[in-house]
Nanobody
Framework: QVQLVESGGGSVQPGGSLTLSCTASGIDLSDYTVNWYRRGPGNQAERVASITARATTHYPDSTKGRFTIARDNVKNTVHLQMTNLKAEDTAVYYC???????WGQGTQVTVSA
């Protein structure tokens, strides 16, 4: 049985930091490109970071320089370190092993003063 668990969300003030984790069981995340997506109050999904099986990373302009995605293959986990958080980063964050068809429940990030 495949399970994806996102964790690490919470409430922070603007300028704060959080690190999200996506831990899998039943699949090996190292075999996949893994994306982090978010769905904000407007309900539109946005990809915020990607890491390929070879650990090449990609970021959109909205998160470049503030977010860092990294693998921990020993723990079968992909982390998303988020710094200098802004109100517009408020969303539910999901990880997506691309093409696997599996999603977790997401983790809420709220940035407000």
């Amino acid at each position: 049985q495949v399970q994806l668990v996102e964790s690490g969300g919470g409430s922070v003030q603007p300028g704060g930091s959080l690190t999200l984790s996506c831990t899998a069981s039943g699949i090996d995340l190292s075999d996949y490109t893994v994306n982090w997506y978010r769905r904000g109050p407007g309900n539109q999904a946005e990809r915020v970071a990607s890491i390929t099986a070879r650990a090449t990373t990609h970021y959109p302009d909205s998160t470049k320089g503030r977010f860092t995605i990294a693998r921990d293959n020993v723990k079968n986990t992909v982390h998303l370190q988020m710094t200098n958080l802004k109100a517009e980063d408020t969303a539910v964050y999901y990880c997506d092993p691309m093409g696997s068809g599996y999603w977790g429940q997401g983790t809420q990030v709220t940035v407000s003063a």
